[in-house]
């Protein structure tokens, strides 16, 4: 199935949810790119750090459209956490917004997503940087508030977990005398992966056409 009927799919409610248009879109949106990288591992569970039983409940509340497609990568696969992923994912826990039920799931999916390469809105298959923040907004109140300066999420993420072990991110006193500002506090522009993924897939099928 392709990205955009997948993504498509999922953004049709079920009877019993009561998730916000946002908050759907920011779950299809992890989903699907987890689901594209499954296709090539295998499972769901790497890419969302949820085991079997954890993914059949989500999708059985959320997505019960798309065990069809989906169901296959429901392998079972132990959910290994590095000590960085933990930390990160019990920091969100701690600051969630108490009023959010799905403020514990989704400290899970960041945190785990958070291990990917590119900027963490990306990873987590959103359009633009945005969108992270109004996800933090709505159910991590009040780390968000804390992030006085917008600094990136990972970086924000990894500056929090430090100092909560009593040792300092960088040697610097204050930010701007950073000579690593832009790390922290730079552009994170860029393309969804999602999008990105959607082209590719397109461009190779178009070239087995042509090539058939």
Known sequence: MATGDLYKMLMEPSTATSLSVEDRHVLASIVVLAAQEAERSGSLADGLGLDRSQL?????????????????????????RSAEEEAIRELLL?????????????????????????????????????????????????????NQQDMKWKKFFYRMTCSEEGFSLCAAPVCSDCKDFSLCFGDESGQSLLARNHFLGAAQGLVQVVGA
């Open 56 to 80: 059949h409940s989500l999708l059985a509340a959320e997505f019960p459209q798309a065990f069809a497609f989906l169901g296959p990568l429901l392998v079972e696969a132990p959910v290994l």
């Open 94 to 146: 701690r600051f969630r917004t108490r009023t959010s039920p799905l403020s514990p799931l989704l400290a899970t999916l960041v945190a785990r997503r958070a291990m990917r390469p590119n900027h963490l809105w990306q990873d987590l298959g959103l359009n633009h940087r945005s969108e992270l923040s109004g996800l933090m907004n709505r159910h991590f109140a009040p780390l968000a508030r804390r």
